[in-house]
C-alpha cells in the first residue's frame, strides 16, 4: 500500500467512523463508502454475475490462470462487492 492510499484509508475512517452499534445498513453504507476511495488496477474487469442465485461480481485479469473465489469478511453483516472490490482487483492482477 503507498503512503498516499494509507493517507486515503485514514481519513476514511475518521470521516466515516464506525458506530459498530449501528444498523447492519449503515455500517454497510459505510464500508462502501470506503471501498469507493480505492479503483481496481489496471487492467482488471468486474462484471455482475449471479451465483446460486446470489447476486455476486466477477473481478478478473484476462481468461488465464486460476479461479479464486473470494469471500470477504464481517459476517455478512458489513462489507460487500463494492467495499472489497479494490482488494479483490489486486489478486485477480496477481
Do not use: M, Y
Given at each position: 500500500m503507498s503512503a498516499d492510499q494509507l493517507n486515503k484509508l485514514i481519513a476514511n475512517f475518521r470521516k466515516y467512523p464506525f458506530d459498530f452499534n449501528a444498523k447492519e445498513a449503515d455500517l454497510r453504507k459505510t464500508m462502501d463508502m470506503m471501498g469507493k476511495a480505492f479503483q481496481v488496477p489496471e487492467g482488471v474487469a468486474v462484471s455482475e454475475v449471479t451465483?446460486?442465485?446470489v447476486p455476486a461480481e466477477r473481478v478478473s485479469a484476462g481468461d488465464?490462470?486460476?479461479a479464486v473465489l473470494y469471500l470477504?469478511?464481517?459476517?455478512y453483516v458489513m462489507g460487500s462487492p463494492l467495499s472489497?472490490?479494490?482488494l479483490a482487483g489486486l489478486l485477480a492482477a496477481k
Open positions: 451465483l446460486g442465485g488465464a490462470g486460476p470477504h469478511g464481517g459476517g472489497h472490490r479494490h
